[in-house]
């Protein structure tokens, strides 16, 4: 089994289709099904279903896949130590970060690391939270960014952020008079989410004892979505502090703040805990930094260098 081989097979099921991976790998075509049949014989299985169109790995081939992720990704860490200091600002960068952060720090980020960092290839993903996870684990993205805590043994959490949340309010709702909300009353008004579809979320549909907190929110939409239902359908939402830029001046006096407990969470970025470029890992903190208030920062972000 070589190094080769597990490029040969992630290349196939990243084109799924033979003839391509072989031309992004820079072989024949030829070549590339000997080294993959060569493979399959040695561990005597079979990696991909060839009368599949297009190709698809077989159950113990999608295994094989996820160990080969892993492998590559030490493989390529292994290289890194070897670059020097200005060679590791360079290279592929890829974040997956949650929908309801991306549209803050993308473009910052892209302006940023483009303007300073001409030799790193930024690729960013909007993802759901449990998507991030698995390909962090498996070595399909280099870091994530979500709320935290992520709570896994196998990934190290490096918190970024902090913001509060607030209430977008209708004028035709009884509390847009309101100068704020009191968080514990908040849920006797129906309010939209978008948790299992956008839909309206009250008290009733929480367990006996059961608090509302974030996760109940949003699972891969955006916050903006949830305005422009409000503005159509009346109502209430929850949005984070941070969105408030993104929304026309003339809607933000329909944002109210959230008190007594005041609502909120923090925003961590999440790598792999074998993972070792740490000129990178800063890069994308100073990133982040060129985007987020001071005042939202946490105060290892705000005030000095990340070493991992």
Not at 40 to 65: A, N
Not at 148 to 165: A, K, T
Request: aromatic share 6%; glycine share 6%; hydrophobic share 40%.
């Amino acid at each position: 089994m070589t190094i080769q081989q597990l490029e040969y097979i992630t290349a196939v099921n990243e084109y799924q289709h033979f003839g391509k991976a072989a031309d992004a790998c820079g072989v024949t075509q030829p070549t590339l099904s000997l080294m993959i049949k060569k493979l399959e014989e040695e561990l005597d299985v079979q990696i991909f279903d060839r009368d599949s169109h297009p190709v698809r790995p077989t159950e113990i081939g999608m295994k094989i896949l996820e160990k080969a992720s892993v492998i590559l990704y030490g493989t390529r860490q292994l290289v890194e130590v070897t670059k020097s200091e200005k060679e590791l600002a360079s290279g592929n960068l890829s974040i997956a970060m949650i929908s309801t952060v991306s549209p803050v720090l993308t473009p910052g980020m892209f302006s940023y690391i483009g303007k300073k960092y001409h030799s790193i290839r930024l690729q960013i993903q909007e993802l759901p939270s449990d998507s991030i996870i698995k390909k962090l684990k498996r070595a399909e993205i280099d870091m994530g960014i979500m709320v935290s805590p992520v709570n896994s043994p196998e990934l190290l959490e490096i918190p970024l952020f902090h913001e509060r949340f607030l209430a977008y309010v209708s004028p035709d709702n009884k509390l847009y008079q309101k100068e704020e909300l009191t968080s514990t009353k908040l849920l006797d008004h129906p309010i939209w989410i978008m948790k299992d579809g956008i839909r309206q979320f009250d008290r009733s549909m929480l367990a006996p004892g059961e608090r509302f907190v974030y996760d109940k929110m949003y699972e891969g939409g955006r916050a903006g979505t949830l305005i422009y239902i409000v503005n159509a359908m009346g109502g209430l939402t929850i949005v984070p502090e941070l969105h408030k830029g993104l929304i026309l001046l003339s809607m933000q006096k329909h944002l109210r703040p959230i008190v007594n407990p005041v609502l909120g969470r923090k925003i961590s970025l999440v790598i792999r805990k074998d993972y070792i470029h740490e000129k990178m890992l800063n890069i994308v903190v100073d990133a982040v930094r060129s985007v987020i208030p001071a005042e939202n920062l946490e105060e290892m972000i705000r005030n000095g260098h990340i070493k991992i």
